[in-house]
């Protein structure tokens, strides 16, 4: 049972490009969570998704930024017109209650 | 905001010394849970705590949540270079959403 797969593992953009962001859950499971990691931080909460469903987005900035999870396929973290402040690791973990989660690998933005 | 505060930020020291990391907050959690994280990875959960004053241990390492739930402490025995790594406490807050510590990066020198 493969874990949590996150790709691409290190992702470049220059300013103003578009980066998008692919988590597969754990099989069975339907709860994804989104982290943002800045250097030598912890990890702050981004959003919330069960399948086609976004639970809780407070973490999220407004603009820019956005996440879905479809009945098929992975989850999606898309960043529209990105900035230097936008690199950082974004990580996803899953989980089959809402508890104990699993973390993937994470995706590096640097942004240039 | 709910805040948790890891300290020390930084810690390094020889092989076969104790170590206590310590994690606090002024609000109650509904658990807490350690994890470790070694550079480019994912963080990888330790341990989960739920009840006031639980006390567990996972090889050399020991972790307690205190009474009121608002606190935390991973203490590892006689470390091993292999122990590097950061450790993040996070607690869970609204039953889904984690909030972490900043973390404590640990550096065991053999």
């Known amino acids: 049972n493969a874990g949590v797969m996150q790709n691409p593992r290190h992702l470049v953009r220059r300013r103003g490009q578009e980066a998008r962001l692919r988590c597969s859950p754990m099989k069975g499971h339907s709860h994804v969570y989104w982290y943002r990691q800045l250097p030598e931080e912890g990890l702050k909460f981004m959003v919330y998704l069960q399948k086609e469903n976004i639970i809780d987005e407070s973490g999220m900035p407004k603009e820019r930024f956005s996440a879905e999870f479809p009945k098929e396929g992975p989850s999606i973290l898309r960043i529209q017109q990105v900035v230097r402040g936008d690199s950082a690791a974004y990580f996803c973990a899953s989980s089959e209650t809402g508890y104990g989660y699993t973390f993937g690998s994470g995706t590096r933005l640097t942004v240039v | 905001t709910q805040l948790l505060e890891q300290s020390p930020q930084f810690l390094s020291i020889q092989e076969g010394e104790n170590l206590t990391v310590y994690c606090n907050s002024s609000?109650?959690?509904?658990?807490l849970q350690w994890y470790r994280q070694e550079p480019g990875e994912g963080p990888v959960l330790l341990v989960t705590v739920v009840t006031g004053g639980e006390v567990k241990k996972l090889k050399r390492l020991t972790f307690q949540f205190g009474d009121a739930r608002k606190d935390s402490s991973l203490h590892i025995t006689a470390a091993q270079p292999g122990d590097t790594g950061l450790y993040l406490c996070a607690g869970a807050w609204r039953g889904n959403k984690l909030v972490f510590g900043a973390g404590t990066i640990l550096r065991v020198k053999s």
């Open positions: 609000s109650v959690f509904s658990s």
